[in-house]
């Protein structure tokens, strides 16, 4: 029996727990899930250890949409003495021959309870990271080429330990991005875009992707979180709502504002780069809508969100994604295209589709 540890958002480990069965399944990697509700993660354990490993080194995380981080469990439950918890780690890391890893990172569940450990977590990663080093689990320097060694904390007293392996995990502490809302911004939901845009887009690529100058098209816009992430990066952008725009924003010179159906609007020229969607409607009907602009070729790269405000989440995504692909591929657009559960969705996903010629 092999396990896998799955991080995601609390509320959604049903959602997690479905994806990872199911892509699973699909490579003829057979298993259940274990979890509790609001626990910000899930286990995976599959009946063929060998298979799972197989499945863990070459299915692509970023082809997830609920699970944040993944983690190959060595050990599901590692006693901590709390007097001594280094020695408990390192007798498990020389029990199972755990050698040249890159990186240490202790996590802990993203929950209200999870986060009163990120104390512990501070303060047990530098003793514990030496000894590491000093045992051979770790490198003398930290390289990002190598495993990466996760500590899941779940209490001063129980954790979970395990490997991620590097270019197929996520390099962010607990697979988290956090970030700062800029205070000029007319609204939260503009962490949503720059998460998104820092997500799909590699930063080697963003200076051309996300250049001055481009036009965007932000449908649902109101008050302007979203074209503010544009308008930053000096785009042109058109801006699709009945409701206000951020004055502020106005200002810039860089936004017009039409007061018209996003579903009904339509560019009068071919010269849009990026399409971006917030608007609150059902995913399927934001689906056409995107595919229409696609199909159309109004819009070389589009991100937009699906709202999942009902119970099989999961369910739905794939539903609509494959909805996507069909239209798409009927359409006979060249396309790359992504979702994710960004840290800063609540009840949505992020979706990005990017043209390919
Ligand atoms: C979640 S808010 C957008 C927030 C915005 N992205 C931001 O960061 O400030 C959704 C917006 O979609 C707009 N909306 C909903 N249906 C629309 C439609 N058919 N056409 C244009 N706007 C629409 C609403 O008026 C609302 O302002």
């Known amino acids: 029996m092999k ?9 959604f480990e049903k959602d997690c727990a479905a994806e990872i ?19 910000a993660y899930v286990i995976f354990e599959a009946y063929d250890g060998e298979a799972l490993v197989h499945f863990f080194r070459t299915f692509a995380l970023s082809q997830l949409v609920f699970a944040r981080q993944w983690v190959l469990l060595l050990e599901p439950l590692l006693e901590l003495q709390p007097h001594d918890r280094v020695s408990t780690v390192l007798d498990t890391t020389a029990s199972h021959d755990v050698q040249g890893c890159g990186q240490l990172r202790v996590e802990y569940p993203e929950t209200n309870d999870g986060k009163t450990l990120s104390t512990l977590a ?49 390099p962010l502490e607990n697979g988290i991005m956090r970030l ?14 720059e998460e998104a845009f820092l997500t799909f887009i590699p930063a080697s690529e963003r200076p051309q992707r996300l250049a001055p ?26 801006a699709i709502d009945n409701g206000p725009m951020d004055p502020a924003l106005m200002e810039s010179g860089q936004v017009k504002h039409l007061q018209v159906d996003g579903f009904k609007f339509q560019p009068a020229k ?9 608007m609150i409607e059902k995913p399927d009907r934001v689906a056409v809508l995107i595919c229409d602009w696609f199909s159309n070729g109004w819009c070389q790269e589009s991100i937009f969100n699906l709202k999942l405000p009902m119970k099989k989440r999961y369910e ?27 840290y800063h969705d609540r009840e949505e996903v992020t979706v990005h589709i990017q043209r390919k010629s």
Request: aromatic share 6%; hydrophobic share 35%; net charge positive.
């Open 122 to 170: 501070r303060k047990l990663t530098v003793p514990l990271r030496l000894a590491l080093r000093n045992q051979g689990t770790l490198t003398a320097k930290e390289r990002d080429d190598k495993p990466v060694l996760h500590l899941f904390l779940l209490s001063g007293s129980e954790a979970m330990l395990g490997l991620s392996y590097p270019k197929n995990n996520s």
């Open 213 to 238: 100058g481009l036009n965007a098209v932000d449908l649902g816009a109101s008050p302007g979180g979203w074209t503010y992430q544009l308008v930053r990066r000096s785009m042109m952008v058109t």
């Open 21 to 39: 069965q199911d892509k699973a399944a699909q490579h003829e990697v057979f298993g259940y899930c274990k979890l509790s509700n609001h626990s």
């Open 180 to 193: 700062k809302s800029p205070k000029d911004a007319p609204s939260r939901s503009t962490l949503k875009l």
């Open 270 to 278: 071919q010269n849009v780069y990026w399409l971006v969607c917030d």
């Open 316 to 342: 739905m995504v794939e539903q609509v994604l494959e909805q996507i692909h069909t239209r798409l591929h009927e359409a006979g657009v060249r396309y790359q295209l992504q979702a994710k559960h960004l």
């Open 3 to 11: 396990q896998l540890l799955l991080y995601c958002r609390s509320g």
